[in-house]
C-alpha cells in the first residue's frame, strides 16, 4: 500500500492475520475503536467532544449509551415522598387544632325524641355532658347513666355531626298505679319499679300502706310497707301490683286500695266492712267467696261484717261487729 508505513502495515497485518485466536480478535477491535473515538475527539467541537466521551465511557463498561431526553419533550414534575407526608402531617393537625377549638363540637344541648312525663332538660342533666366535646362523649356510657334512672327503662344515643351532635331516644316506664306510704306519693310500674310522680293521673288506681310494720320485709323490696319515704330506684313486689291491677280489672270504679304487711292488699267495703285478699293469685275465687259470705252474712242474716279474709281461699273467715254477734 502506497503511503503507509511499515508499524502500520505490521499492525493491519496483525489483525488480519488468521493466527489470532478469537479472544485476542475482539479486545484488537475495542482498542482500535478507541484509538479512533479518540481521533474524532480531536477533531470534532466541545458538545460533540463530550458525547464522544460518553459514548467511550459505555463502551468500557460495557453498557449502553445513557438515553438523552429530546428538547422537544413535556416537562415532568417529581415530588418528593417527604414533603408530600409532611405536608399531610400539617394537614391533619390543622384538622385536628380546628376541632378542638370550636364551640361548634361542644355539647351545648341535646335532642330528645320518645318522652312524656321526663323533658328535655332532666334527660340533659341525667347525661353528664354538658360542655364535653364531642370526642370525649362515649354513647354507650350515657345509656347507662340514663338507664340507671328507674323512670327510663331503655336509652339509645347516637353521635352525629353539627349541628345535632347527640340524638337521644327514651323509652320510659308506663306508670301502672300510686303508692302512698309514709305521706308520700309515687308511681309504680307493672314491673314493681319505683318512680316519682310526676302529675295526677286519675285513672290510676291508689294503694295506701293503712298500717306501716315495724319489721323489714320478706322478699327483694325490704322497703315496702314500712313507715318510710319509698326512694326511687325500690321496688314494690310484683305479685301485690298484679293483685292490684286486676282488682281494679274487675271493679273498674273502684279508685283505692289499702295495704297491710301481713295480710296483703284490701279494699274498704261501702257497707262498712275491710275485704283482704292479699295478692293477684287465683283472684275470680277469691272473689266468689267474698261475695257468698257477703250475701249470705251481710244481706240474708243482716249481720254487721267488720273484716272479710279470703287471702287463703281454702280457710277464709270473716269478723262480725259486737252487736251483730
Known amino acids: 500500500m502506497i503511503g503507509m508505513t511499515n508499524r502500520e502495515k505490521r499492525s493491519d497485518d496483525a489483525v488480519d492475520s488468521p493466527d489470532l485466536t478469537r479472544a485476542e480478535r475482539p479486545k484488537r477491535s475495542r482498542s482500535l475503536g478507541h484509538v479512533s473515538i479518540a481521533r474524532d475527539e480531536q477533531s470534532a ?9 460518553r459514548l467511550k465511557k459505555a463502551q468500557s463498561t460495557h453498557s449502553l449509551p445513557p438515553v438523552v431526553t429530546p428538547r422537544t419533550a413535556p416537562l415532568q414534575i417529581y415530588i418528593s415522598t417527604r414533603w408530600m407526608s409532611a405536608f399531610l402531617v400539617v394537614l391533619l393537625l390543622a384538622v385536628l387544632a380546628l376541632f378542638l377549638s370550636r364551640d361548634v363540637f361542644y355539647v351545648n344541648v341535646i335532642y330528645v325524641g320518645g ?13 353528664k355532658i354538658d360542655r364535653k366535646h364531642i370526642f370525649a362523649v362515649n354513647p ?18 347516637q353521635i352525629g355531626w353539627p349541628p345535632s351532635l347527640v ?18 306519693r309515687v308511681w309504680v310500674d307493672i314491673g ?13 288506681v291508689r294503694v295506701v300502706v293503712e298500717k306501716p310494720s315495724e319489721f323489714v320485709a320478706r322478699g327483694g323490696c325490704p322497703q315496702m310497707g314500712m313507715d318510710l319515704i319509698l326512694s326511687p330506684g325500690s321496688c314494690i313486689a310484683p ?29 274498704h267495703h261501702g257497707g262498712g266492712w275491710v275485704l283482704w285478699f292479699g295478692d293477684g293469685s287465683d283472684i275470680t275465687v277469691k272473689m266468689a267467696i267474698n261475695d257468698k259470705i257477703v250475701k249470705t252474712v251481710f244481706e240474708e242474716q243482716r249481720k254487721q261484717l ?8 281454702d280457710a277464709p273467715y270473716y269478723t262480725l261487729a259486737p252487736g251483730s254477734r
Open 140 to 157: 354507650a356510657a350515657v345509656e347507662e347513666e340514663l338507664e340507671a334512672d328507674p323512670a327510663i327503662a331503655d336509652a339509645e344515643v
Open 167 to 184: 340524638q337521644i331516644t327514651i323509652t320510659e316506664r308506663e306508670p301502672a298505679l300510686v303508692w302512698e306510704q309514709a305521706g308520700k
Open 239 to 267: 305479685p301485690i301490683v298484679a293483685g292490684a291491677l286486676q282488682f281494679k280489672a274487675l271493679y273498674p270504679n273502684v279508685a283505692e286500695l289499702v295495704y297491710d304487711p301481713a295480710k296483703g292488699l284490701g279494699y
Open 45 to 53: 467541537g466541545l458538545s460533540e467532544r463530550r458525547r464522544l466521551r
Open 115 to 127: 318522652t312524656r312525663y321526663l323533658s328535655p332538660a332532666e334527660i340533659f342533666a341525667r347525661t
Open 192 to 204: 314493681g319499679h319505683v318512680m316519682e310522680q310526676r302529675e295526677d293521673l286519675s285513672s290510676l
Open 306 to 313: 267488720v273484716e272479710v279474709n279470703v287471702v287463703d281461699p
